[in-house]
């Protein structure tokens, strides 16, 4: 196998034409403000000492809010308490974040600064049936754009398919990894009630 350089890109790609450069904000202008008001979904990519990571971040309403047309705000709910995301933040303020709308065939990406805080007024905002958000994530954008809709029409994300039958579940995994210590199908069975427990 041949590993690519730098200049071997130039044969490969084309130049980026005005549309790809021109959709470029350093603000959230009104029009990326609705997209990302309206996503209810993010991926949420750090980087820190060990390496990369990338974390699903979800809501039943909007996942982040704007404070301002340079900084959003998201809640950090409940998970599973590993906290990369979190520690890297802490370490390496740098994040991208990509929003999806369901239905919609376009992605709008944020990269930024981020940085973590447990004000009280600013978690009580995001306060919902009795719980808060341990803490919240503030980022300091520094661009967002659009992502054109090639990758999600290639991948009929949206067209209402099932892909699911015959993955191995979480308990599966979990038991196959530890050799029947955790997991299996006890797992699997109090999961959805224990989450729904915890959602928030």
């Not at 034409?17 to 997209?35: M, N, Q, W």
């Not at 060990?50 to 900084?71: F, K, N, W, Y």
């Not at 805080?117 to 049936?129: E, I, P, V």
């Amino acid at each position: 196998m041949r590993w690519l350089n730098e200049a071997d890109l130039k044969g490969l790609y084309n130049e980026a034409g005005a549309t790809s450069l021109r959709k470029v904000a350093d603000h959230l202008t009104p029009e990326y403000r609705r997209f990302i008001e309206a996503a209810r979904f993010c991926a949420l990519a750090t980087v820190g000492p060990e390496g990369t990571d990338c974390s699903p971040r979800g809501d039943d309403g909007p996942v982040a809010r704007a404070l301002d047309a340079r900084q959003l705000a998201i809640p950090d709910w409940q998970g599973n308490d590993r906290i990369d995301s979190i520690r890297n933040i802490l370490r390496d303020g740098r994040v991208s974040l990509m929003f999806l709308v369901r239905g919609s065939g376009n992605a709008i990406r944020v990269n930024g600064r981020a940085r973590l805080t447990d004000d009280h007024g600013l978690r009580d905002s995001f306060a919902r049936k009795g719980h808060l958000p341990r803490t919240v994530i503030v980022v300091q954008l520094d661009e967002v754009y659009f992502q054109c809709a090639r990758a999600i029409i290639r991948s009929g994300l949206w067209a209402g398919l099932d892909d699911s039958d015959g993955l191995p579940t979480p308990g599966q995994i979990l038991a196959a990894m530890t050799e029947g210590e955790v997991g299996g199908a006890e797992y699997d069975r109090i999961w959805p009630e224990r989450a729904a427990r915890s959602m928030w």
